[in-house]
């Protein structure tokens, strides 16, 4: 998996996303749709962020991110910790 540059504009299909533990993701427009495995068992298993609202990952996993109504933009913020990269891997 690569790298994304953030904003990312993401469609229907979900962009798989191998994301660290307490990775803040935030839908900058649009909407976006988050799913893991990760999130199993969860009360909120599925989630859907509109324009301004933001999701921390629980844990470190591959989560799917998509944009159910078609279109939705992506962007990682920075937890107050020293800047790492937001995704365990790279190209």
Not at 5 to 25: A, E, F, N
């Amino acid at each position: 998996m690569c790298v994304p540059q953030t904003p990312l504009t993401l469609g229907s299909i979900p962009k798989p996303m191998r994301l660290r533990r307490d990775q803040v993701l935030t839908c900058t427009g649009g909407c976006l749709w988050i799913t893991s495995d990760a999130l199993a068992g969860r009360r909120d298993s599925d989630i859907v962020l509109e324009s301004g609202q933001s999701f921390v990952t629980p844990q470190a996993a591959t989560y799917f991110v998509g944009a159910p109504r078609g279109w939705g933009v992506l962007s990682f913020l920075s937890p107050p910790t020293p800047a790492r990269n937001p995704l365990e891997t790279t190209c």
